[in-house]
């Protein structure tokens, strides 16, 4: 009686392995496999967009309203383009060299103007150099930096200098100035110089 079950069962496993529908089934969950992976793949990227959001919401500051509004009918300025994504206008200096206008943060918000100078000349070496390129990006976002503050410091020599390795840093004694943290960073590179003067707006 046994010898005669296990027979059937072995029959059965048997006859199942070379049906057809058994064959159908297989090609047909291949088939339905890469719908799986691009079903996947699109909620990893809902849930990505929604952590983003969640994150966003998360911001002391609004980043949707953080447009380049501050930079238009700025005439040293004009011609810039700016990418949303990041709040950065960039316009393309007289000598080719590139500076980088930021406005915006999501818990601090910052603004600053970077130069990033490979054809310019100037020895920047010379702090006297690197004032005169930060006022002059100061004077023209002027409704955003506290100019005038700024170059009563410089003008009467109360600048803190500090070297931190590749970057130089200059801050200010200034309380307007110290409150919001204005600094100019100065890095020396062999075959480019970037200056830089930020505030952390509160």
């Given amino acids: 009686m046994m010898k005669t079950i296990l027979s059937l069962i072995l029959l059965l496993i048997a006859s199942s392995c070379s049906n057809p529908d058994q064959e159908n089934k297989q090609i047909s969950i291949i088939e339905e496999r890469p719908s799986v992976i691009t079903d996947s793949l699109k ?44 709040r950065t206008a960039t316009y393309i200096l007289e000598t080719g060299d590139s500076l980088l206008v ?23 070496s010379q702090w006297v150099n690197v004032y005169q390129k930060v006022l002059w ?10 100019y ?10 109360k600048v803190t200098l500090a070297d931190h390795g590749d970057i130089d840093l200059a801050s200010f ?15 020396l590179q062999p075959s480019k110089t970037i200056i830089k003067l930020s505030a952390t707006l509160n």
């Fill in 43 to 86: 909620n990893e990227n809902i849930q990505q967009t929604a952590s983003e959001n969640a994150k966003s919401e998360d911001c002391i500051f609004d980043q949707a309203t953080q447009t380049d509004e501050f930079l238009k009918g700025i005439q040293e300025l004009k011609g810039y383009k700016w990418d949303f994504a990041s």
């Fill in 173 to 187: 004694e200034n309380e307007l100035l110290v409150d919001n943290a204005y600094v100019i960073e100065r890095n």
């Fill in 137 to 146: 990006i100061a004077k023209a976002l002027d409704k955003e930096f506290y």
């Fill in 102 to 124: 930021t406005r915006g943060g999501c818990n601090h918000f910052i603004i600053s103007g970077e130069f990033r100078l490979r054809n310019d000349k100037t020895d920047y």
């Fill in 148 to 157: 005038e503050e700024l170059k009563r410091d410089i003008d009467s020599g």
